[in-house]
């Protein structure tokens, strides 16, 4: 009956040892990719300016700066743009031609229209810009909140789900007595 227990125990100790030994090559992978992804740049609060040869295309701001692969990580993130006007928010990514905002996003269109949303993709490329989740938009006395916008920043149309939107008809409606809609 001894010779039982030490045999099952032995065989314990064995499959703890293989264990461990699978665990340490799992963290030596582990430790090996995070050394791989080393900052390969690392900016304080900065500025940097895109330009064309007439005209500046994107001035982007941000409180701290993390390069790694060619994707940029920053903190307070803003960026100046002539087509949306601005861009805010508490994180960002930035690759060539996406820039990912999370957290307190704003934009501000050119005609002071302003959204607000907690996640905003930007594709550059493309010039559209996605919230995913509920935002807010408004521009004076007017706003809408929502799900889920799109913006196209060419066509300058905005799309939306689940939309209740306040807004002043103008001038002709206030006169006729139906100032406001719902």
Do not use: C
């Amino acid at each position: 009956m001894v010779g039982r227990v030490e045999g099952f125990l032995g065989l314990l100790l064995g499959l703890a040892l293989v264990v461990g030994f699978a665990n340490q090559k799992e963290i030596l992978q582990v430790q090996r990719e995070k050394a791989a992804a080393k900052k390969e740049i690392e900016l304080g609060a900065h500025e940097v300016r895109e330009v064309n040869a007439t005209s500046v295309l994107n001035t982007f701001r941000a409180r701290h700066a993390v390069m790694i692969r060619r994707t940029w990580y920053l903190d307070d993130f803003h960026l100046v743009n002539p087509d949306i006007r601005s861009l805010e928010a508490s994180k960002a990514v930035r690759k060539p031609d996406l820039i990912l905002l999370e957290g307190n996003v704003t934009m501000v269109r050119r005609d002071n229209a302003v959204y607000q949303a907690r996640l905003i993709r930007y594709d550059q490329k493309r010039k559209i810009l996605r919230s995913y989740g509920p935002f807010r938009a408004f521009r004076g006395e007017d706003y809408a909140t929502g799900q889920d916008f799109v913006y196209d920043v060419p066509a300058r149309r905005t799309t939306a789900r689940e939309v209740f939107a306040h807004y002043v008809l103008g001038e002709k409606a206030r006169a006729l007595g139906g100032a406001h809609k719902r």
